[in-house]
């Protein structure tokens, strides 16, 4: 078994910089349940809501106050400084990793600030606004552009890379996911399956804590730091 750690990150991980999760206790976006409108049907019914509905995440994750926080940073420290491959597969959409100086990020549901074509299927950096008559930049056709994000419903993203990565890495930590998205949630099921160390760091419970052979309650900026730490301390 190889030395590979990975760390799948969920919502939580991103709260501590300002950005809401989906089941805070309001679970809502704009007075929208993101379950009703992060769908392919939504986007068909009323495409123009569901730009807004990310229009508006993109500028609140592009604004002044939302930058990586300590959880953020330690895991790219854990990258830069741990002797074997540290992969963070993230169910996010915000780019909080990658700003943190995270280089091996796989983005299991897309990413906000990226945009893709329906018409050529090209992929390119989104626009702070997206709209209904927004042009592809490729193909030149119009309306048929939309946030590059997985949809509930649709094919997550680098689902093969990331099972097999599962199925070969030493630890699995998930940190600040409610586990109550699949395929993401039955990830700790397939490293417990093939013999990898698993730990749950979370503010509360999820739904898939009793699969965790380690769980550490508190927030993500001060218990991934301390779990970072170890894992360096312990190499
Ligand atoms: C799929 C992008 C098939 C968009 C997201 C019917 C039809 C089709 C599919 C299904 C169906 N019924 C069920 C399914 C499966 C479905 C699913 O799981 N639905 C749920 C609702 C039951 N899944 C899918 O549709 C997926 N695709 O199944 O395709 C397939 C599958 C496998 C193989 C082949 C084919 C696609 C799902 C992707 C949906 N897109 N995001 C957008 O962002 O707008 S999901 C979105 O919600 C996020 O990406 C994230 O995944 C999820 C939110 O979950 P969390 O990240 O866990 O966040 P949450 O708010 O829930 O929890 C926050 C946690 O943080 C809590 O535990 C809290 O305690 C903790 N926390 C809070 N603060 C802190 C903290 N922890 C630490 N520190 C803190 N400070």
């Known amino acids: 078994m190889s030395r590979r750690i990975v760390v799948l990150t969920g919502a939580g991980i991103s709260a501590e910089s300002g950005i809401r999760t989906f089941r805070a206790a309001d679970g809502l976006w704009e007075d929208h349940r993101p379950e009703d409108v992060a769908t392919p049907e939504a986007f068909e019914a009323d495409p123009a809501l569901v730009h807004r509905f990310y229009n508006a995440r993109r500028a609140h994750l592009s604004s002044d106050g939302v930058e990586p926080n300590a959880a953020h940073l330690a895991l790219a420290r854990l990258e830069q400084e741990y002797d074997g491959d540290v992969l963070i597969v993230t169910q996010n959409i915000d780019d909080l990793h990658e700003r943190a100086g995270s280089r091996n990020v796989l ?129």
């Open 107 to 235: 983005h299991l549901h897309g990413e906000l600030l990226k945009m893709s074509c329906t018409e050529c299927a090209a992929v390119r950096d989104a626009w702070p606004e997206l709209g209904v008559d927004s042009i592809c930049p490729g193909c030149g056709v119009s309306g048929r552009l939309r946030p590059h994000v997985v949809w509930f419903g649709e094919m997550p993203i680098g689902l093969e890379g990331i099972l097999e990565a599962l199925e070969d890495c030493s630890v699995f930590a998930a940190v600040g996911t409610s586990g109550n998205v699949y395929p993401a949630a039955g990830f700790v099921h397939v490293a417990a399956a093939a013999g990898a160390q698993t730990v749950e760091l979370n503010l509360e419970p999820s739904e898939v804590s009793f699969g965790f052979a380690e769980v550490r309650r508190g927030p993500a900026a001060s218990e991934v730091p301390r779990w970072v730490d170890e894992v360096l301390t312990n190499q």
